[in-house]
C-alpha cells in the first residue's frame, strides 16, 4: 500500500499526519507500507523510525475541494496537464503498489495518478467539506477517483452520503494509545513541566492547543473566557500552544491579553514535542474550535490523558464528545460565557474535575483504544477480499488503466479469498509471509527510485567540482609562482636542510 501524506510540516505534526501515522502503522499487519510525503518533514521523521519506506515527491493540493465552488471539476481536471501529476505517475509505476492511500480530501492528485496507473485507490477523508450549492461537485469527484473511502466519524461522510453507494465507505475513527509508563510517569513528568511553567500547586491550569492558529481554531473565545475567569479565579493559569498561520487575527487576541492586566497569567508557546509532559501540565482542555472538526484528535488526547474536556459543538468534536459521555461539556458554537461555567464548575469541585477525568481516561480507552481500533481495521480489510478480491489478485497488475476505479454499483458476491481465512484466525502467520516475500520486491524498487536521484546528486556535485577547478588552478599557479620567487623554500627549511 502506498499512502500519500498532503503536508510535511518541519517543526510541528497536525492532526492529519498523526492519524496517517497509526493508520500506516496498524494496516502494516495487512500490508507492506510506503509512506509519500510532499517534503522531509516531522511525520517523514516518525515514519522512518516506525520502519516505514518513505519517499519524497513534491505535489499540489486542490484546497478548494474542501471549500467547493463553480470551477472546481474544471480545476481538477487541469492536474492532468500539471508536471507533477506525471511525476507522481512515475512514481507508482517504480514502486508499482497494489493499493493507493490519499488522505485528505485536498489531496486529490495520487487519486488521479493512481487510478490512471490502474491502481485501486482508497480515499481517507479526515475534514467536513463545506455544505454549499457546490458540494456536490466535490463529492461527484470523490467518488471518481476512488474505489473506497475511509471516513474518520460518520459525521465526516454526512456530506458525502448524498451522492455515495453505502457500500464504497468505511468508518475507521481515529485511535489514541498511552501506555502504563506514561500513566505511571505521568505526575513525575506533571510536578517538573509545572516548576518549568512558574506553576505551583494550588494553580489550575487551563488549555489550549492548535497545530497553527487561524480564526477558525477559535482563540479569540479561549482568550474572552480566560479573562472572564480571571477576576473571580486567581488561582487560574492559561497555556495557549500553536503557531500562528494568521498573524493579523493572533495579534488581535494577544493585544486583548495585554490590556487586560492579567498577561502574567498566560504562557504562549508555538509547540511542545512531549505530549505527556503537555497534558500532564494542565488541569483541563478547552477545543473552542468555529468550524466543523472531522473528528477532534486534540480533544480524544485531553480524554485519555484524563482530563476534563470542554468544545463547542458541532462537527465530529461533537460526535466524540458524546460517545464518550461529555455531552453536558458541549457549548454552543461561539458562546464564550457557556465554556466559563463549564470550566468555572472544574475549578470549584476539584474532587468532580478528578472524576470527570478518570472516567474521561476509562471510556476514551475503550471506545477508541488501540484493541477497538485493529478491530475496525480487520473487519475493512475483510470487506476488501470479499467485495474487492481483484485487489489481491497477483495478476492484477497488468490490467488496463482505469478499470475498476470509481464504480458506481455495487460489487458482486464473491466467495472469500484464502487471505480473509488468515485474516479471520491467523493473521500474524499471513503478516510473516508477506514479510518474507514482498518487502524485498518493494524494497527493491524503491532502491531503483531514489538510484535515480543519487545518480542526479552526482551529476550536480560533478558539474559542480568542475565549476569550481579553473580558481583552484590559478591559485595554485599563484602559490607556484610566489614559491619561485622565494628560491624555492624558506630559509628555514634550508636551514633544516643544512643540519641535515
Known amino acids: 500500500m502506498m499512502l500519500f501524506s498532503h503536508v510535511s510540516n518541519a517543526y510541528t505534526i497536525t492532526g492529519a499526519e498523526r492519524l496517517l501515522l497509526r493508520f500506516c502503522q496498524e494496516i502494516s499487519a495487512y500490508f507492506d507500507c510506503v509512506l509519500v510525503a510532499p517534503e ?100 461527484r469527484l470523490i467518488d471518481r477517483y476512488s474505489d473506497w473511502i475511509i471516513g474518520i466519524s460518520n459525521t465526516v461522510l454526512i456530506p458525502l452520503r448524498a451522492g455515495l453507494p453505502e457500500w464504497k465507505t468505511s468508518v475507521i475513527e481515529p485511535s489514541r494509545s498511552i501506555t502504563e509508563e506514561d500513566l505511571e510517569k505521568l505526575s513525575f513528568v506533571r510536578e517538573k513541566k509545572r516548576a518549568q511553567m512558574g506553576l505551583k500547586g494550588s494553580h489550575f491550569c487551563v488549555g489550549y492547543i492548535s497545530s497553527f492558529i487561524y480564526e477558525a481554531k477559535g482563540l479569540l473565545y479561549f482568550v474572552e473566557m480566560a479573562l472572564k475567569l480571571c477576576g473571580s479565579f486567581p488561582q487560574c493559569r492559561f497555556w495557549i500552544i500553536g503557531k500562528p498561520s494568521d498573524s493579523v487575527y493572533y495579534t488581535q487576541c494577544i493585544s486583548m491579553i495585554r490590556q487586560s492586566g492579567y498577561a502574567k497569567r498566560f504562557l504562549l508557546t508555538t509547540f511542545e514535542a512531549s505530549l505527556t509532559s503537555m497534558y500532564g501540565a494542565m488541569d483541563a482542555v478547552v477545543v473552542p474550535s468555529m468550524v466543523e472538526e472531522g473528528f477532534g484528535l486534540t480533544a480524544l488526547e485531553g480524554l485519555m490523558f484524563g482530563r476534563p474536556v470542554v468544545a463547542f459543538a458541532q462537527g465530529g468534536l461533537a460526535e466524540l464528545m458524546q460517545q464518550t459521555g461529555n455531552e453536558e461539556f458541549l457549548v454552543e458554537p461561539g458562546n464564550s460565557d457557556g465554556l466559563v461555567a463549564s470550566v468555572a464548575r472544574f475549578i470549584s469541585n476539584p474532587e468532580e474535575c478528578r472524576a470527570i477525568g478518570w472516567r474521561n481516561r476509562q471510556e476514551a480507552s475503550r471506545i477508541y483504544g488501540p484493541g477497538a481500533y ?83 546528486k552526482k551529476r550536480n556535485r560533478l558539474s559542480s567540482r568542475r565549476k569550481r577547478r579553473l580558481p583552484r588552478r590559478i591559485k595554485s599557479e599563484r602559490r607556484k609562482l610566489r614559491h619561485k620567487k622565494r628560491g624555492g623554500m624558506k630559509a628555514g627549511s634550508r636551514r633544516k636542510e643544512a643540519v641535515r
Open 374 to 456: 485493529r478491530g475496525k481495521l480487520k473487519a475493512m480489510v475483510e470487506r476488501w477480499t470479499s467485495e474487492r478480491p481483484e485487489w489481491f489478485d497477483p495478476q492484477r497488475a497488468g490490467r488496463p488503466a482505469g478499470e475498476g476505479g470509481g464504480q458506481s454499483e455495487p460489487p458482486a458476491e464473491a466467495e472469500m479469498q484464502p487471505i480473509a481465512d488468515e485474516l479471520a484466525g491467523a493473521a500474524p502467520a499471513a503478516a510473516a509471509t508477506r514479510k518474507s516475500g514482498r518487502p524485498a520486491r518493494l524494497r527493491r524498487r524503491a532502491r531503483i527510485a531514489r538510484g535515480v536521484t543519487r545518480r542526479s
Open 40 to 139: 522531509e518533514g516531522r511525520v517523514t521523521a516518525e515514519a522512518r523510525k516506525r520502519g516505514i519506506d518513505v519517499e519524497v515527491q513534491l505535489f499540489p493540493l486542490i484546497y478548494n475541494m474542501y471549500t467547493p465552488y463553480a470551477g472546481l471539476e474544471h480545476e481538477v481536471e487541469q492536474l492532468r496537464n500539471d508536471p507533477y501529476f506525471e511525476n507522481i505517475m512515475h512514481l507508482i509505476r517504480v514502486v508499482k503498489p497494489d493499493l493507493v492511500l490519499t488522505n485528505t480530501c485536498v489531496n486529490v492528485l495520487p487519486a488521479m495518478a493512481a487510478q490512471a496507473s490502474g491502481i485501486p485507490v482508497v480515499w481517507k477523508i479526515t475534514e467536513m467539506i463545506r455544505s454549499n450549492e457546490h458540494t456536490a461537485e466535490a463529492v
